[in-house]
T-cell receptor, first 108, second 118 residues
């Protein structure tokens, strides 16, 4: 069974807007990672946030983590057409346990 | 390019045939993972190696599946007597980890092998 669940399942935004997606997970974690997958291709690691961190930034990405609610969010600011992809959160216990992902479409 | 590579990128086979996929990890990485991804879902863990030792196999990995990493470098995943339900993207990832219990290593994924069983 998959550990994380992303919400929403799909998101369509205009270029320049922000995109926010959420991830909920079931068990205690040491860290949580976000990955991006372009259509039909491999996954690209975006950011890792540890359980003792509440927020982390990387470029236009901002990730938050609330371990009391077992949830995380990924914010993409000033979206671009190239951000069109599926985004997955994954909990880590040497192996990755992924949710079903959020498909983001950025319209030009 | 020194990333994770997988071969072939696409494989179409008839039900009942055997298939083998290859993964070449990043050269200094000691851990290698196999995942399977079906349409609209996230990847699901199949198995992983630390060097040449296969340390865990998911219950998804039926006895028709076998994975090897003979010299601790590249790995192969073989599916015997393929079934239509085996159609999926097979992803390989690698990481550099200091110990069996390292929980923070980043996994780098290959482009995947898309299997279609007719």
């Amino acid at each position: 069974s998959q550990q994380g669940e992303e919400d929403p399942q799909a998101l369509s935004i205009q270029e320049g807007e922000n995109a926010t997606m959420n991830c909920s997970y079931k068990t205690s974690i040491n860290n949580l990672q976000w990955y991006r997958q372009n259509s039909g291709r491999g996954l690209v690691h975006l950011i890792l946030i540890r359980s003792n961190e509440r927020e982390k930034h990387s470029g236009r990405l901002r990730v938050t983590l609330d371990t009391s609610k077992k949830s995380s969010s990924l914010l993409i600011t000033a979206s671009r057409a190239a951000d069109t992809a599926s985004y997955f959160c994954a909990t880590v216990d040497y192996k990755l346990s992924f949710g079903a992902g959020t498909t983001v479409t950025v319209r030009a | 390019d020194t990333g994770v590579s997988q071969d072939p990128r696409h494989k179409i086979t008839k039900r009942g045939q055997n298939v083998t996929f290859r993964c070449d990890p990043i050269s200094e990485h000691n851990r290698l993972y196999w995942y399977r991804q079906t349409l609209g879902q996230g990847p699901e863990f199949l198995t992983y190696f630390q060097n040449e030792a296969q340390l865990e196999k998911s219950r998804l990995l039926s006895d028709r599946f076998s994975a090897e990493r003979p010299k601790g470098s590249f790995s192969t995943l073989e599916i015997q007597r393929t079934e239509q339900g085996d159609s999926a993207m097979y992803l390989c990832a690698s990481s550099l980890s200091g110990s069996r219990t390292t929980l923070t290593d980043t996994q780098y994924f290959g482009p995947g092998t898309r299997l279609t069983v007719l």
